[in-house]
T-cell receptor, first 116, second 109 residues
Framework: GAGVSQSPSNKVTEKGKDVELRCDPISGHTALYWYRQSLGQGLEFLIYFQGNSAPDKSGLPSDRFSAERTGGSVSTLTIQRTQQEDSAVYLC??????????????FGEGSRLTVL | RKEVEQDPGPFNVPEGATVAFNCTYSNSASQSFFWYRQDCRKEPKLLMSVYSSGNEDGRFTAQLNRASQYISLLIRDSKLSDSATYLCVVNIQMTALIFGKGTTLSVSS
């Protein structure tokens, strides 16, 4: 389809393992965002990529979290040495430009991470 | 203090009721404001933008009060299909959208 695609849709891992989550944004969208949502909680901003600018990493909760965006398209969120509190749904979104005018982010269906 | 605060609810209302949600934001530099809707186990989707002059879309009216740093969403003639979580969202210049935790609405017949 033409929407934001995320993989895996579900990931169960053991505490201490590393995980990689992938996001394919909508073609042509210059902005890409990662959020996470824990059970019963709102969306927590993690990181934001806009074109070729340096990413806004201000939301990353610890240095175990990192993300990259290759070729201005696909993004990978990496969590090292996972902890149980990392369990959440990780949502990726994209937008065609700076979002402050339209406010419209196009979200993927999310990657549900469970750390045992 | 959270950047965006909402009453979590739940708001349980009968069909046809009018319901209002409120939201406050802490950063006076916030520039743009939105309401998103999130259905259970689904991704959030943009519902509408919020302007100081007010914004109406059918049964939905959104209002912004910059002086009070307060945003509202009014839903008239509630439908069963309006049952969802409503997320208040603000944007501060050159940053990503900041989401509130959401207010849950349940409309019953």
């Amino acid at each position: 389809g033409a929407g934001v695609s995320q993989s895996p849709s579900n990931k169960v891992t053991e505490k201490g393992k590393d995980v990689e989550l992938r996001c394919d944004p909508i073609s042509g969208h210059t902005a890409l965002y990662w959020y996470r949502q824990s059970l019963g909680q709102g969306l927590e901003f993690l990181i934001y990529f806009q074109g070729n600018s340096a990413p806004d990493k201000s939301g990353l909760p610890s240095d175990r979290f990192s993300a990259e965006r290759t070729g201005g398209s696909v993004s990978t969120l990496t969590i090292q040495r996972t902890q149980q509190e990392d369990s959440a749904v990780y949502l990726c979104a994209s937008s065609p430009g700076q979002v402050r005018r339209t406010g419209e982010l196009f979200f993927g269906e999310g990657s549900r991470l469970t750390v045992l | 203090r959270k950047e965006v605060e909402q009453d979590p609810g739940p708001f349980n209302v009968p069909e046809g009721a009018t319901v209002a949600f409120n939201c406050t934001y802490s950063n006076s530099a916030s520039q743009s404001f939105f309401w998103y809707r999130q259905d259970c186990r689904k991704e959030p989707k943009l519902l509408m933008s919020v302007y100081s002059s007010g914004n109406e879309d059918g049964r939905f009216t959104a209002q912004l009060n910059r002086a009070s740093q307060y945003i509202s969403l009014l839903i008239r003639d509630s439908k069963l299909s309006d049952s969802a979580t409503y997320l208040c969202v603000v944007n501060i210049q050159m940053t990503a959208l900041i989401f509130g935790k959401g207010t849950t609405l349940s409309v019953s017949s």
